[in-house]
């Protein structure tokens, strides 16, 4: 079983080895690690750890918190494949898509910014719609999209009256960006957390403006 561990840790030498010792105490292994943000005094890491069957998660928030100043922010099942380009293979593949080049995307996304799910929404004389979604986009839509046209990527309040109940019954944080010129904007959906950091928006926003640029 892997899971995805969101820590805060304090960003001096010998923190993250520190970690991996208590999660090493515990039987897990760390199978990938992601910068996801560098503040004064700290850093917020993305860890993929596998652990053996049977185990539970609770046992790797405890390990990773016994050190001293170490906060969990996450902890979610993982099943995405492993792959430190990430973005670049995306593009890829998105470029060599003979057709359904937007379905590629919103497949790919998911695993790329380690969220819930995606769709690329559009804008016509009755407001927002649903251009494409990826298999994990849930079936309620938005009924209003007031924040679009969207100028620059951002992080979308999830309590906003135009959110769909579903969505803030299981605590979906939300972010989006304009693809390029087109009107149209690519959402992210993470169900229950974390919050989206600002690296995390940026990364959004520089991936969605290299991708306007393949879809023309």
Not at 11 to 25: E, K, Q, V, Y
Not at 184 to 210: C, N
Request: hydrophobic fraction near 45%; avoid cysteine.
């Amino acid at each position: 079983m892997s899971y995805l561990l969101r820590v805060l840790l304090p960003d001096r030498p010998g923190s993250l080895g520190a970690l991996a010792l208590a999660l090493g105490s515990v039987g897990a292994d760390i199978l990938s690690l992601d910068v996801v943000e560098r503040e004064a005094g700290y850093a917020v890491d993305d860890l993929v750890v596998e652990v053996p069957s049977g185990a539970l998660p609770d046992t790797l928030i405890t390990a990773a918190e016994s050190i001293g100043d170490v906060h969990v922010d996450s902890i979610r099942p993982y099943s995405g494949v492993l792959d430190t380009h990430r973005e670049l293979e995306l593009i890829d593949q998105v470029a060599s898509a003979h057709d359904d080049r937007m379905q590629v995307l919103v497949d790919g996304v998911p695993r790329v910014l380690r969220v819930g799910w995606s769709t690329i929404i559009g804008i016509g004389p009755q407001g927002g719609y649903r251009v494409v979604g990826s298999p994990s986009a849930p079936h309620t839509q938005a009924a209003s999209t007031p924040w679009m046209p969207l100028e620059k990527p951002t992080v979308l309040d999830p309590e906003a009256d135009w959110v769909p109940e579903i969505w803030r019954d299981m605590d979906t944080k939300l972010a989006a960006a304009p693809l390029g010129n087109t009107g149209k904007v690519l959402l992210l959906g993470r169900p229950g957390g974390p919050d989206f950091r600002p690296s995390e928006v940026a990364r959004l926003g520089y991936l969605a403006g290299i991708v306007a640029t393949v879809l023309g």
